[in-house]
């Protein structure tokens, strides 16, 4: 069935070429190859950008497929980047220590090895034992564990009240948001044993490869990225084109008929956020060590509105929809922002784009909504025509 | 011929309103019945206690030989036990072709996982075409459900409906906007429908009614007025008194 599902869906093969090309050309053009064509930051932000796609492919599984605009997932995403951040400094950290200690004469015994590291890490708090969530901290299997199965928890226990009580719509946004601020506040507190507002830093140094360059480490995540989106995009593919798709679609138009049809469509839900989430916190997990830093205000609920925007304004209840709209606005905003747009002199008023560039993502995102429903993929609609 | 669905004594209020007061009905299968009655008489209540939407505050909905009750079911329970049901205004899923709308009722297992590794079997297939001859969409298969004419809609439901298989087919106004060819072949569908399972059609349209040929439930005020052939009840004269002697009916 597998099989028969890549050959029959056009739009994956041309994605998966797509994206295939697109890494092959900047794996060949980094500076990790020896051509330089591509800057070490650029291809840090090329990959981030792959991760952003791919947990914009999820909220859009989870939102254009099923109809719940979950503004959670960004959440999801932020705990994946934690669970392996904390691994990433804790290893760093001991390694630091280590070697400052190892020129003492005498042995260190390991509670002070340990409280070594805890002030190390958590001096910035004013603290220096570790809580209890750093429990697995030293241990790289158990945080990337930690990366599926914290987000898949949260959203499993979160989706089963949720849903069980049938709250929809506008309501269950509002309560998804309200699960996003709460993690976000919480996670700004001194003694949430997260390192408060400082977050988490020093993410792109990967403990035990302190001797590879940058450009290497930054060209395995970016090609660790690609493969994560390919993946992600086969699985939610094959989901959304069979049967699977068509509940989950129907559960979207129409609910209370999917219900009469005899589906507990609770289950599904719960399945879909369930699914989208876990695969929103590996999509974190890359991220972060990417970008070297995480902190409380990644969570904010309004980076999980900023997902639901690329994913309208790519199209909604289209895959490669999601993926134009995370890389395109991703990208742009980060070009506006970083200073890389010019600024427009209208003689009487300068347009900063650092500052208008909301202004603008706002307008575009009204636009879309009104003019164009169907998003930037929808274009794609003029140009292949749907086999009957 | 057995009791298959029995609802006795049940009643309910919305917010002071009694929308189903005091209400028996016995379904028996196979059997066709009709249930008429003016707006407000009920009927849509009726089915949403006997689906499970709707709660009612007192009485008994018992369901097949082991008497097992409905109440306290989810939608879901109520229609993998066999109880399918036609909306009044056809609801389909329009963006799907109409092999797909009728492959996701087809009887088969309905778990998340299940789904999820189904796959497409030829008896299910023929089972879609047997469908599609049935109500007549054998052409339409390929075609988007919203491309429907609204006669095709009601069809490609009722088509859902029997390829959940059920052994009670609930169906609220089946003719509503149709044409007079259209009707008569529902009334062909629902007829064929009932020689092996029980049929339940809400109806508003007498004429409708009189084609289906069969036993007749009057409601009105929550509450069965009379019930019998559809000569015997029209001669009622409560019943004509309250909905035949009406303008409007």
């Known amino acids: 069935m597998t099989q028969g599902f890549l050959v029959t869906n056009r739009s994956i093969r041309w994605f998966l070429m797509a994206l295939a090309l697109f890494t092959a050309v900047v794996a060949f053009g980094s500076e990790a190859s020896g051509a330089g064509l591509i800057s070490t930051s650029l291809v840090k932000t090329l990959g981030k950008t792959l991760c952003l796609c791919l947990v914009a492919v999820a909220m859009d599984v989870v939102w254009g497929y099923c109809g719940i605009l979950s503004l959670g997932h960004f959440a999801f995403f932020g705990i994946g980047g ?10 760093r950290t001991e390694g630091i220590v280590m070697s400052s200690l190892s020129a003492q004469v005498i042995p260190s015994t390991p509670t002070e090895v340990s409280d070594a590291i805890g002030s190390q890490i958590f001096g910035v708090v004013g603290s220096s034992d570790f809580p209890m969530i750093w429990a697995f901290a030293h241990s790289l299997p158990l945080q990337l564990l930690m990366v599926v199965l ?38 700004f507190q001194n003694d949430s044993g997260l390192r408060g507002n400082n977050g988490l830093s020093g993410l792109q140094n990967i403990p035990g490869f302190e001797q590879t360059s940058q450009a290497t480490i930054s060209l395995v995540f970016f090609l660790a990225s690609a493969l994560a989106l390919g993946l992600g995009y086969i699985l939610f593919a094959w989901i959304v084109a069979g049967k699977m798709g068509s509940v989950v679609k129907g559960i979207r138009d129409n609910e209370a ?110 636009c879309v909504t009104l003019f164009f429903p169907k998003g930037i993929g929808g274009l794609f609609d003029y140009i292949v025509r749907k086999p009957s | 011929m057995s009791s298959l669905l029995e609802v006795s004594g049940v009643s309910k209020t919305f917010d002071g309103f009694r929308a189903i007061n005091d209400l028996s009905i016995q379904i028996n299968e196979p059997e066709l019945r009709a249930i008429i009655g003016p707006n407000g008489a ?59 709308n009728l492959a996701m009722a087809l009887k088969n297992p309905r778990g ?61 106004e089946p003719a509503a906007g149709m044409t007079a060819e259209e009707r008569e072949k529902t009334t062909d569908i629902l007829r064929r429908a009932a020689q092996t399972r029980a049929v339940v059609v809400v109806e508003h349209d007498m004429e409708f009614v009189r084609r289906l040929g069969c036993k007749v439930t009057v409601l009105h005020e929550g509450h069965v007025l009379a019930e019998g052939s559809l000569d015997h009840v029209t001669a009622d004269p409560t019943v004509i008194d309250v909905y035949l002697g009406r303008a409007d009916a």
């Open chain 1, 257 to 366: 008929r999917v219900r009469f049809l005899g589906y507990r469509v609770e289950g599904y839900k719960l399945f879909v956020f369930t699914l989208t989430a876990v695969v929103s916190g590996i999509a974190g997990a890359l991220y972060y060590p990417q970008a070297g830093i995480i902190n409380p205000a990644e969570i904010a609920p309004i980076a999980s509105i900023y997902l639901a925007v690329w994913v309208a304004i790519g199209g909604r209840g289209r895959l490669y929809g999601a993926v134009i709209g995370a890389a395109l606005v991703s990208l742009l905003s980060s070009w506006f922002t970083g200073g890389g747009a010019p600024d427009v002199n209208l003689g009487f008023y300068l347009i900063q784009w650092t500052d208008w560039w909301l202004v603008l993502l706002g307008l575009s995102f009204v």
């Open chain 2, 42 to 100: 009920g009927k849509t209540t009726f089915m949403d206690i006997v689906t499970g939407k709707t709660i009612p505050d007192v009485g008994r909905v018992v369901w097949g030989e082991r008497n097992e009750t409905l109440l306290g079911l989810s939608e879901a329970e109520i229609a993998n036990k066999g109880i399918g049901r036609k909306f009044q205004k056809p609801t389909v899923f329009e963006e799907q072709s109409v092999r797909q």
């Open chain 1, 150 to 187: 914290v987000p898949g928890l949260l959203a499993l226990v979160f989706g089963w009240l949720a849903f069980r009580s049938r709250v929809t719509g506008v309501y269950l946004s509002i309560l998804t948001q309200a699960m996003t601020l709460a993690l976000s506040l919480y996670l």
């Open chain 1, 82 to 91: 934690y669970a392996v951040g904390m691994w990433l400094m804790y290893a």
């Open chain 2, 112 to 172: 998340p996982f299940a789904v999820l590794f189904h796959r497409k079997t030829a008896q299910g297939a023929a089972r879609i075409e047997e469908i599609a001859e049935e109500v007549g969409l054998t052409n339409q298969l390929t075609r988007t459900a919203g491309e429907l004419s609204h006669g095709q809609k009601q069809w490609l439901e009722i088509g859902m409906l029997l390829a959940q298989d059920p052994r009670l087919l609930l169906v609220d």
